[in-house]
């Protein structure tokens, strides 16, 4: 089993980010301990506004149909994401991602152990428009962890392979998506997901 800090992979092509918060523990039993708390947080997607505070995006959990749920998160469903920018057509005003892996893994001799999901850019399942609703491609991936490394506990977010989405038929959106998109890689987004991060690992 890989270890945490080799699961996200290198950048291919497009831009990369990186965030990371981490909280130390004086013991082993109560960094185990903050990480169950941390772990729930993260599969609670539909709390991340809550965790993250008011000037963050707002992330809806969806079933693969896209109906709204307050559960924890799991493989097929699709993220409903607001966030403080004008919208896209083809997603109703939201950007979609699909969540293609959730995974856990630990190795008690190491001392450490994880919690991931992964997710792509997709199209809103709501309507019968096929187009990438989100101002990413689809060959973007975004990688949202927490993990526990001896007295160590992070959050992590990290992106790969973000280019704007202009593959749509739409020219209001390809507009849209590529200010927003380059605007992400030249760091807006940064703040969010550090807010994200921050509020899911706080103490």
Not at 17 to 33: H, M, N, Q, R, Y
Not at 47 to 68: N, Q
Not at 134 to 149: G, L, P, Q
Not at 153 to 174: F, L, Y
Request: charged share 25%.
């Amino acid at each position: 089993m890989k270890h945490p800090d080799s699961i996200v992979p290198e950048n291919v092509k497009g831009a990369k980010t990186d965030t990371i918060s981490t909280e130390s523990f004086s013991s082993v039993e109560l960094a185990k301990k903050h990480y169950t708390v941390v772990r729930k947080r993260l599969l609670s997607v539909f709390k991340w506004h809550e965790y993250a505070g008011i000037a963050s995006a707002e992330f809806s959990l969806t079933d693969g149909a896209g109906h709204e749920k307050a559960d924890l998160v799991s493989e097929g469903d699709r993220f409903k994401i607001n966030i403080p920018a004008p919208g896209t057509d083809s997603g109703s005003g939201f950007d979609w991602v699909q969540v293609e892996k959730v995974e856990e893994g630990h190795n008690e001799e190491d001392d450490w152990e994880y919690t991931l999901i992964k997710v792509r850019p997709t199209d809103n399942p709501g309507t019968s428009d096929n187009n990438t609703a989100h101002f990413f491609s689809d060959e973007a991936n975004s990688y949202f962890m927490v993990k526990r490394i001896g007295l160590a506990v992070s959050a992590e977010v990290h992106g790969r392979n973000e280019q704007p989405n202009t593959d749509t038929d739409k020219i209001v959106d390809k507009i849209r998506n590529t200010i927003v998109a380059v605007g992400a890689i030249l760091g807006v987004s940064k703040a969010q997901w550090k807010s994200l991060t921050n509020g899911i690992v706080k103490i």
